[in-house]
């Protein structure tokens, strides 16, 4: 929630300082990372759920080989996607309008920048939800998404370009990710990580993929249009649209928090009582999470 809200008080900023022409440029390169995000096989909604399942079992090697999982699956993919950002630099930059194939590299690189700082950030913060730390977590995603819209806006104020923007909102995500991993030292002390083994990727995989197909639709709901309307319309069209779904993302934030909560304490019910002790809790729970989730944002 603090994420949506920081990016609704800063973009009036954002959009004086550039122009709806070279936002709509950056909305259109963070809708693309975001797409390519999805090849991420839903590793970090199964961390929570693998860490949680193990903690509550106390098999502790387990949940450390389920950190190792995300992080190795997370890494490869932010290597290959820098390597795509590089390689497609004239691609990026027909479908940007930049006119400047430099410049649509450099864009490229920092949205992928943010994301993989975004994605490794979130799964450490998920390994810690999975452990029954969920402040300490979302303390340090907070601090990410303040550090990377400060980070943007410092850049701003320096100097009124898309090229510092886009550098300033990757530092201010590098920044972040420091604070998610500060705040979890903070409070467990160390991070612990354990060796992949097979059996697990192949289990965590198939896991993920199932959870994958709702938020991979979500993802496409929210972007695909963006795109859309950028390569046909022109940047600024992506720009509008981008205003306007943002008001969506954070009502849609409510939902998610509430049911990340909720996934958790039942998984940890169930590893340690089975279905009987889901069921006993499950009315009153779920009830709580559609009071959080649905009415107030409706």
Same mark, same amino acid.
């Given at each position: 929630?603090?994420?949506?809200? =920081? ?14 022409? !070279?936002?709509?440029?950056?909305? /259109? ?12 096989? $839903?590793?970090?909604?199964?961390? /929570? ?11 502790? !090697? ?5 950190? $190792? ?25 027909? /479908? ?11 864009? @490229? ?33 907070? @601090?990410?998404? =303040? ?33 998610? =991993?500060?705040?979890?030292?903070? !409070? ?27 938020? $991979? ?14 390569? /046909? ?5 992506? $720009? ?15 939902? @998610? ?42």
């Amino acid at each position: 929630v603090t994420g949506y809200v =920081v990016n609704l008080l800063n973009t009036p900023y954002v959009v004086m300082q550039l122009g709806l022409h !070279d936002f709509g440029i950056w909305s /259109i390169t963070g809708a693309i990372a975001q797409l390519a995000a999805l090849f991420d096989l $839903g590793i970090t909604r199964a961390t /929570i759920r693998y860490v949680a399942l193990f903690h509550a079992r106390g098999e502790a !090697d387990k949940g450390r080989q389920v950190l $190792g999982v995300m992080i190795a699956g997370l890494s490869i993919l932010i290597c290959v996607l820098y390597l795509l950002a590089f390689l497609t630099s004239g691609l990026l930059n027909r /479908i940007l309008y930049t006119g400047d194939p430099a410049l649509a590299r450099l864009l @490229a690189m920092s949205a992928v920048t943010m994301l993989g700082f975004g994605l490794l950030g979130r799964g450490l913060a998920a390994a810690a939800t999975g452990k029954g730390r969920y402040v300490p977590a979302n303390i340090g995603l907070a @601090a990410l998404a =303040v550090s990377q819209v400060g980070g943007g806006v410092a850049a701003l104020i320096m100097s009124p370009t898309l090229r510092n923007f886009a550098l300033g909102s990757a530092i201010g995500a590098a920044v972040g990710f420091i604070a998610i =991993v500060t705040s979890l030292l903070v !409070d467990e002390g160390w991070i612990e990580i354990g060796w992949p083994k097979i059996d697990l990727v192949k289990e965590i995989a198939v896991y993920g993929l199932k959870g994958q197909v709702l938020g $991979g639709a979500d993802v496409i709901f929210l972007q695909s249009g963006k795109i859309i309307a950028g390569v /046909i319309l022109g940047p600024s069209a992506a $720009g509008t649209y981008e205003l306007g779904s943002r008001l969506v993302q954070g009502a849609q934030s409510f939902g @998610a928090t509430a049911s990340v909560a909720l996934g958790t304490h039942l998984t940890r019910a169930y590893a340690i009582g089975g279905l009987a002790e889901i069921l006993v809790q499950y009315r009153y729970l779920t009830r709580r999470n559609a009071s959080v989730a649905i009415f107030f944002p409706l």
